[in-house]
């Protein structure tokens, strides 16, 4: 019995599992002889190492052309945005600053904006009037210095794109454009006087009429 049991033991070890082969519900393992496992002739009885070491080289080549490629794309993406930060903020050509000051308060330096023409404007401030419509969730989360980045940000973005979008439109609807543009951009500069106090009623009335605002301007650039 010990001899069988030996027998048995090294006929096993000689086997290896190759796959699965379905058996109804249950699978059970097909088994294949080492000796059937043979290495794959070679044309010219190359070492692997030299196959490995042409894979490596090929794997190289490929991923200098891919950044290459990338770097290329890179350089042509650059005319799509404008000319280096926004340190100094460019002029508008519609009325919609703060007739007292002459300027937004919330206007933010320092950040890039994609030239996206007319068309693109308007998507633009659709979307980021209803990102802004978000915000509202987490006025009461002690994140004030968050909130007032983002509206920053995000209002930075609408003034300019607004501005585009006056200028394009028919002659017919530029007052009225213009008319929504200062009526949200008057509440935002109240919406950020009452987040600086970190007053959270004083915030949520606020963000309430500018919340109804953005609403307007999301179907007036559907």
């Avoid at 044309?43 to 290459?68: C, E, I, K, N």
């Avoid at 903020?89 to 330096?109: A, C, H, W």
């Avoid at 003034?159 to 609807?173: G, L």
């Amino acid at each position: 019995m010990r001899g069988t049991a030996e027998t048995v033991l090294q006929s096993a070890s000689r086997i290896i599992p190759n796959k699965l082969v379905s058996t109804g519900r249950r699978r059970c393992p097909r088994f294949l002889a080492q000796s059937q496992l043979q290495k794959p002739d070679t044309d010219d009885g190359a070492p692997h190492t030299t196959r490995r070491a042409a894979a490596l080289s090929l794997a190289t080549v490929t991923l200098s052309g891919q950044l290459s490629t990338a770097k290329s794309l890179a350089e042509e993406g650059r005319r799509f945005w404008l000319d280096g930060l926004l340190d100094t903020l460019p002029p508008v050509s519609n009325k919609i600053n703060n007739e007292e000051t002459g300027t937004r308060s919330f206007l933010k330096q320092g950040i890039y904006m994609a030239k996206v023409g007319p068309k693109g404007s308007a998507y633009r401030l659709k979307k980021t009037a209803f990102d802004l419509l978000g915000m509202g969730d987490i006025i009461d989360q002690d994140a004030w210095g968050y909130i007032r980045k983002y509206l920053r940000l995000k209002s930075t973005f609408m003034y300019y794109d607004f501005d585009k979008v006056i200028t394009a439109a028919p002659a017919d609807e530029r007052e009225g454009l213009t008319n929504l543009a200062n009526r949200l951009f008057d509440n935002v500069e109240k919406l950020e006087v009452a987040i600086k106090s970190r007053s959270v009623p004083q915030t949520k009335s606020c963000y309430e009429e500018t919340s109804r605002i953005l609403e307007e301007v999301m179907a007036q650039m559907a």
